[in-house]
């Protein structure tokens, strides 16, 4: 194992700067993702750690050392290249010894490492294959067992994987990201895994790098740079949407045509600011539903999409997605709908001329009762069914617009009180929910020879508080901020053959733009 610690690295090409002043530290046996848009310099990046492109500036560490003027092959670092680069012409074995025997391995024990890696990727019975005959999954699979052979034995090495699941079968994916994950958590590696896919990321990441245009925007534990993005172009590249794009009128960011959200009295907005949103936490709704947070738009496109449907909506000058309730009909394409948002996922920024420049600014303090709890007597489901349906003669009372809680540079303002959930029993319609409370709770059954007590109905309460659901993303992650622990956990390792996942944590104290990071396991 070995810490990796990258500082200030520059690399000049003849078209610019690939990367500019690039930090970033890796703890042993930790697993970072660099994950990046096609060009962002992550190619650049991993090849300067291995030795393979020229430094303008900055170093390159291992357990606190500095390899910079170390050749490639004396840095014990692996890499498997985005294009394999495989010897053409040599079996499996052969290709998966080179570094082996580049490193000076003695022969019984290239042939040990060899074996036992190419167990571990499943690819044992293609020892005496020629590279080129096999198929694409297969080379990827070979690629990464040439890599990761110098590691089987413990020792100061770390590994570079450059998009090392683009060229696997999808359907193999998830299960062959798990299998690495393993491999990688069982050898304690210190890995580097560039990718541009956002299901490779949050299926692998420990840490998490976001680079773009050569440069750092934003790294920490993956939940926290998911829910707390720190630009608008770091939040762009997690999948949030422009909602608003406006000016500050009175408390509420206004975009002609489109709609408004409230923003908390002394938010520091300037005169045009961004307000974003995370695609998961959208919910078309009908516009007499009350239900709406002020912005709506014209459906353009209807798909099904799981149990849900996906609904694609004009807003202005740009197309976002939101979801409508699977039980319900979607309204016709060209009908105006209107957009509910869970409040806690909304992002404010203060934009330069072209809304790219932000300033994200933590929040004046709010004034008390802003974050209030939202009154309704039914859940969505049951009001868009309603609405939709039209299953009763007399109207509805709507309840109160969804005001959302404002956050700034991840930070959100607190409710001033709880929210209670409310539970839709089995045997109730969706006109029946019913608030927990203690009375609602299944009664212990009672002593023998005594009378049970009659069942007691709940004390008259208020219309129960209502919470947006949580719709969550197709990918299995949501942006909700898991509980902290009191300390952070070790490093990620588990017994041997074992697997497991990495441990959780609580988030450190650093400010989520800073680009050192230290060993931040996620949740």
């Not at 390899?67 to 040599?90: K, N």
């Not at 074995?93 to 499943?122: D, F, K, Q, W």
């Amino acid at each position: 194992m070995a810490t990796l610690e990258v500082r200030g690295l520059t690399v000049l090409s003849d078209g610019g700067v690939s990367l500019d002043g690039v930090s970033m530290t890796v703890d042993a046996g930790r697993l970072a993702v660099l994950y990046g848009p096609d060009g962002s310099g992550k190619s650049t990046l991993l090849r300067a750690i291995a030795g393979l492109e020229r430094l303008s500036a900055g170093d390159v560490l291992l357990n606190g050392g500095s390899v910079a003027t170390w050749p490639p092959h004396r840095r014990g670092i692996g890499l498997v290249f985005q294009d394999l680069a495989l010897f053409e012409g040599q079996t499996v074995r052969e290709n998966v010894a080179y570094g082996l025997r580049t490193g000076g391995y003695p022969r019984h024990e290239r042939s040990r490492r060899v074996v036992e890696v190419l167990r571990l990727l499943e690819v044992e019975d293609l020892g005496d294959e020629l590279v080129e005959r096999l198929n694409p999954d297969q080379q990827q699979r070979v690629a990464i067992a040439r890599a990761l052979a110098p590691a089987v034995s413990p020792g100061p090495m770390a590994l570079l994987l450059d998009e090392p699941f683009q060229r696997i079968d999808p359907r193999e994916r998830p299960a062959f990201r798990d299998r690495l994950r393993d491999i990688l958590g069982d050898l304690n590696v210190t890995t580097i895994l560039a990718t541009r896919e956002l299901d490779d990321a949050f299926a692998m990441a420990d840490d998490i790098f976001v680079l773009d245009g050569g440069r750092i925007l934003q790294a920490g534990p993956l939940w926290r740079v998911l829910h707390g993005p720190n630009s608008v172009r770091s939040a762009e590249l997690f999948g949030y949407a422009t909602l608003v794009h406006g000016e500050a009128r009175d408390g509420r960011l206004v975009e002609e045509g489109v709609g408004s959200v409230a923003f908390p009295p002394g938010f520091p907005l300037g005169p045009r600011a961004v307000a974003l949103a995370h695609p998961s936490a959208l919910l078309g709704v009908p516009p007499e539903s009350g239900l709406g947070c002020g912005v709506g738009g014209e459906i353009v496109r209807i798909r099904a999409y799981g149990p849900t449907w996906i609904l694609d909506l004009r807003l202005g000058d740009r197309i976002m997605e939101v979801r409508w309730e699977w039980d319900v009909a979607p309204p016709p394409r060209d009908q105006r709908i209107a957009i509910a948002v869970r409040p806690d996922t909304l992002r404010f920024f203060n934009a330069g001329g072209d809304g790219r420049s932000i300033e994200a600014r933590r929040p004046a303090q709010a004034e008390p009762g802003f974050a209030r709890e939202v009154a309704a007597s039914t859940t969505v489901a049951a009001t868009v069914a309603a609405v939709a349906t039209e299953v009763s003669d007399e109207p509805a009372e709507s309840p109160p617009q969804v005001e959302p809680a404002i956050v700034a540079n991840g930070e959100m303002a607190a409710p001033t009180a709880p929210i209670e959930p409310v539970s839709l029993t089995p045997e109730a319609e969706p006109d029946e929910v019913q608030p927990l409370t203690e009375a609602s709770a299944v009664p212990e059954p009672a002593e023998a020879g005594t009378e049970a007590p009659a069942p007691t109905e709940a004390p008259p309460t208020e219309t129960p508080s209502y919470v947006l659901p949580a719709i969550r993303p197709a990918r299995a992650v949501g942006l909700d901020t898991p509980p902290p622990s009191p300390a952070p956990a070790p490093p990620r390792t588990h017994p041997p053959g074992e697997g497991g996942s990495p441990p959780s944590w609580s988030p450190p104290p650093a400010d989520s733009s800073d680009v050192h990071h230290r060993g931040m396991p996620l949740d």
